[in-house]
């Protein structure tokens, strides 16, 4: 199995443009995770989908952010409009629990 | 609030000896804690964990232990060898089920000098 799949790997924009970050889990898992990794707060789970249905958003920091999982091979994190803060490694995870989780190589942001 | 802690951010270790990996939490309900290590330009990889119903958990060279009444788990990696340089992240969560999810530390930076 590749893994985990994350894309792109790298992105920059500029404050105020739209970001879509995307991700494949590991087939056959049925919990897909959203992390987002800075310096200061660590890891935080932004968001994590069960069966494709969100189940715990509380860790998006605010309605810029959104998150959809169409179906069980590919979740989208977007960030519309983006701002220099959200600069972060945002990490896509899958499992088939919430405890042993797979994370994708991330995806580096950068709002200038 | 942090609800898990690992207030030091950084530790070096000369190789072959015992590396100690502390964190601290403060919600007595949780329940089950694991370790994740992070590479560089990696994502987190799950290492080791342990259930509130044991205080030891070993496997190789990794060791984890849980004091409960102190709300207190480390990581003892022995022998400490140049690749175990990483990024170590303590995380916790209340059970195991559909509602449960995790909560990560900030995560410790192990250097593992030759």
Partial sequence: ?112 | DQQVKQNSPSLSVQEGRISILNCDYTNSMFDYFLWYKKYPAEGPTFLISISSIKDKNEDGRFTVFLNKSAKHLSLHIVPSQPGDSAVYFCAASLGTGANSKLTFGKGITLSVRP
């Fill in chain 1, 1 to 112: 199995d590749a893994g985990v799949i994350q894309s792109p790997r790298h992105e920059v924009t500029e404050m105020g443009q739209e970001v879509t970050l995307r991700c494949k889990p590991i087939s056959g898992h049925d919990y897909l995770f959203w992390y987002r990794q800075t310096m200061m707060r660590g890891l935080e789970l932004l968001i994590y989908f069960n069966n494709n249905v969100p189940i715990d958003d509380s860790g998006m920091p605010e309605d810029r952010f959104s998150a959809k999982m169409p179906n069980a091979s590919f979740s989208t994190l977007k960030i519309q409009p983006s701002e220099p803060r959200d600069s972060a490694v945002y990490f896509c995870a899958s499992g088939h629990n919430t405890d042993t989780q797979y994370f994708g190589p991330g995806t580096r942001l950068t709002v200038l």
